[in-house]
């Protein structure tokens, strides 16, 4: 089994390391008071160039892509992964026929998402995949797109322990479009309180049809067991 956990306590804290990782740079008119290079901040999916001599680049939502004006080379030798990017000095570029909006833009920092594919369902879901409770946070980072579910969630952890995430589709129930996050702390359940950031690739059955559909996620939290619903356009990719 994989037990990779990649660990953020806050987006305020990943975005001063940001910061603190480009104070280094020179900056020209393009920056704020404090000396700082201004810029917008996403998560997309980095991308491998899709034909022989074509570009990497990185899709921000179902229609729109940006490449990277500093970077010639897929950062991560063509895997696909979510990341969160800081960029700016965007520009708009000519459209193709399979991406109605394309932008450029000067990328500043790529922090990859723990990127992970679904598991299926077992007999002793609890006993293979763990049952230990799991926030999961209501907030813009937290969403279906582009053939994944990012997820920010909040437990207890410390004393260096890796816990493991995992999604499974649940094929026992009447909504086909069910999954279940499922949290195992490996024992770690009285450390402090942080967060963390997944996104799992959606399997192929999530993306068979052209229409969006409606995705319920289940988890035991710390107040029992919660659901949450998203919208999700099928990718086509």
Request: net charge negative; proline share 4%.
């Amino acid at each position: 089994m994989e037990y990779i956990m990649k660990k953020i306590k806050t987006l305020m804290l990943l975005m001063a390391v940001m910061l603190t990782a480009v104070s280094l740079q020179s900056c020209d008119t393009d920056c704020d008071n404090n000396g700082y290079p201004t810029f917008n901040l996403a998560t997309v999916t980095l991308k491998a160039p899709q034909t022989e001599g074509a570009k990497w680049y990185m899709q921000l939502d179902d229609s729109t892509v940006i490449y990277a004006k500093n970077i010639a080379s897929h950062p991560y030798e063509n895997k696909e992964l979510r990341a969160y990017i800081r960029y700016n000095e965007l520009q708009r570029d000519m459209a193709s026929s399979k991406f109605p909006y394309e932008y450029s833009a000067n990328i500043l920092t790529i922090d990859t998402i723990l990127t992970k594919k679904m598991d299926p369902m077992v007999e002793n879901m609890a006993e293979v995949y763990g049952n230990d409770p799991v926030e999961v946070i209501d907030s813009w980072e937290t969403v279906a797109e582009d053939g994944y579910l990012n997820i920010r969630f909040r437990t207890r952890w410390g004393n260096n322990i890796k816990h493991r995430v995992t999604l499974v589709h649940r094929t026992d129930v009447n909504n086909p479009y069910t999954v279940e996050f499922i949290h195992n702390a490996h024992g770690d359940i009285n450390g402090h309180v942080a967060d963390g950031m997944v996104a799992f690739r959606l399997d192929d059955c999530f993306n068979k049809g052209d229409e969006p559909i409606e995705i319920t996620l289940k988890w035991k939290s710390y107040s029992g067991e919660e659901t949450a619903k998203f919208k999700y356009i099928p990718r086509k990719d």
